[in-house]
């Protein structure tokens, strides 16, 4: 919780050595209004410069700690000022039915380590046993655990744990680990100013962005539904080639009435939490797209009602009023996607490094694989092996807590736009 010395200020940080006497003093209890205030009226007495500050609330009761240099006078003179500062404190603590802990010390708080990382953790629930099983693979790994916040307590509890003294990939490789013998969804990243920098979030389509596999609902109009269900499935696993499957799925489609595209745009139903993952985003400054190895007719009318930035997918050929059997232009497969990714990045003016991909099947592979942050999302086993984090609760915002972003800033920003 250090705080830099801001060298336009003019003079020096207020602690220069580890030499300087300092006092860090604690209060905790019941939280009120004005305590904070209230304390540094007490401290403000003895001429004490403030270093750092940190308070918590957490149900109704605070923690606020002040990290200050030693006084050099009281106002009742003498030579003891830091009794005098003891004796304010923790008769103001008392008036306030709190209580105050005051640690004499030198210098400012330890540097931080090199290898700075957020490691967010999705639970539903978050155990205790769990929580102690991630911070002890943090120990081990001879990281440190700086700081904890909760980003969300529904639909799922989130939590995030600022670490250091460990380098980034070696820490996702551990966790990733124990989030498999847990049941948890954990995902690392590198600090930096880029984690808050306008980002581009490209999905999947099929079993991501909807609940539904679109080609699934065409093959319900022919009637050859388990059909392709059982080809899907085994493509989505990587058991076969996309584009070879895709051939053979649409082929089946062959002689449908193209009134059928309107039927299935309205069995279209999207994935809970999708509308408040894409305007959240949106309302960051992000742009947002989506690649489906499904078809143009209902991206495109996805893209429009969602105000997406980007859309790419294959084209169901129709002619004379009928679907042909064929698909037209190029294929979106799994290279495909990665391609269109790095494309929308170019268009976009934003780096691979600040892309987040999100998807569940095996023709995403690529694309997870490319981003800079993929999100395995109620992926195929094969999947979340691969990708650098997964989430494996059914709610699509959750991916907003892996990004750093709370559930009251997503809600702030839902009232500010309803105002």
């Known amino acids: 919780m250090s705080a830099p010395h801001n060298p336009s200020a003019g003079g020096p940080p207020a602690v220069s050595g580890t030499d300087t006497a300092t006092l860090l003093v604690k209060i905790f209890g019941r939280d009120q209004p004005g305590l904070t205030a209230g304390l540094f009226d007490a401290l403000a007495a003895y001429g004490v410069e403030v270093i750092d500050i940190e308070q918590v609330v957490t149900r109704g009761r605070i923690t606020l700690c002040a990290l ?87 639909p799922v509890t989130a939590v995030e744990f600022d670490v250091s003294g460990v380098a980034t990939e070696r820490l996702r490789t551990e966790l990733a680990t124990e989030a498999a013998a847990r049941e948890v969804d954990v995902a690392v990243v590198a600090s930096g100013l880029h984690r808050r920098a306008p980002r581009l979030v490209v999905m999947d389509v099929d079993s991501t962005l909807i609940q539904d596999e679109v080609i699934e609902l065409f093959a319900g109009h022919a009637g050859c539904e388990a059909e392709v269900a059982k080809v899907t499935a085994a493509a989505m696993r990587g058991e076969l080639d996309f584009e070879e499957s895709l051939h053979a799925r649409v082929a089946l489609l062959a002689g449908l009435d193209a009134s059928v595209i309107d039927a299935v745009r309205e069995q279209v139903r999207l994935t809970p939490g999708a509308r408040t993952l894409i305007r959240t985003l ?11 190895g499904g078809f143009t007719q209902v991206t495109d009318s996805l893209r429009d009602y969602l105000g997406l ?40 003016g934003v780096p691979l490094s600040r892309t987040v991909a999100i998807g569940d099947g ?19 086993p094969l999947v979340r ?12 915002d959750t991916v907003l807590y892996l990004l750093g972003i709370t559930r009251e800033e997503v809600e702030a920003a839902d009232a500010q736009a309803q105002r």
């Open 68 to 154: 200050v240099t030693a006084p050099a006078r009281g106002p009742a003179g003498g030579g003891d000022a830091e009794g005098q500062l003891r004796a304010t404190v923790h008769s103001w603590a008392e008036s306030f039915r709190l209580q105050a802990e005051i640690i004499s010390g030198t210098g400012d708080n330890p540097a931080r380590r090199a290898g700075r990382s957020h490691v967010t953790v999705l639970g539903s629930p978050l155990t205790a046993e769990t929580t102690a099983a991630i911070a002890a693979r943090i120990a081990r790994c001879e990281g440190n655990i700086d700081r904890i916040n909760r980003l969300a307590k529904y």
């Open 282 to 292: 949106k309302r960051l400054g992000c742009q947002v797209g989506v690649v489906s």
């Open 309 to 348: 930035d980007f859309a790419a997918a294959n084209t169901l050929e129709v002619v004379d009023g009928r679907l042909t059997g064929r698909v037209t232009g190029e294929i979106v497969d799994r290279a495909g996607k990665a391609r269109l990714l790095r494309r929308f990045a170019e268009e976009a």
């Open 362 to 380: 095996a023709n995403d592979l690529d694309m997870l694989n490319a981003a800079g942050l993929g999100v395995a999302f109620n992926a195929k």
């Open 385 to 396: 092996q691969a990708a650098h984090t997964a989430v494996t609760v059914p709610f699509l």
